[in-house]
């Protein structure tokens, strides 16, 4: 099952500014959570989003999976990196998680073709 992951975000962030300008004070607590979540500290920000890519498997969350998928590039990440979170993700959330591993993969893969096709 193939899903356009990067124009899942580019879609997503359209509708989040509607979010935005309606929840104002939410949005920016949270944005401000965000930043001080992924502000490298004893971990660096990339192995931060591989976290969030493998909890993002776990609770099945196809947005979250494109986004942090889509960050991990930009950080930096692996493809085994990717494969290494997967496997994570799939101990914690057993036969679901599989499924979202492969898509989890899927978009990283298309991310990084995004990436080099702009290089």
């Known amino acids: 099952m193939y899903k356009p992951w990067t124009e899942m975000t580019k879609d997503l962030s359209q ?8 929840t104002p004070d939410t949005m920016s607590a949270f944005s401000a959570l965000a930043k001080a979540a992924l502000a490298p500290k004893a971990l660096d920000t990339k192995t931060k989003e591989l976290l969030a890519l493998g909890i993002s498997v776990a609770i099945r969350c196809d947005a979250c999976v494109a986004f942090h998928a889509e960050a991990a590039v930009k950080h930096g990440a692996t493809r085994e990196e990717i494969m290494e979170t997967m496997g994570m993700a799939i101990y914690m959330g057993a036969g679901p998680s599989v499924m ?5 993969v899927e978009a990283y893969d298309q991310f990084v073709a995004k990436s080099a096709s702009k290089a």
């Open 15 to 22: 509708m989040l500014k509607e979010v935005r300008t309606g």
């Open 100 to 104: 979202y591993a492969a898509q989890a």
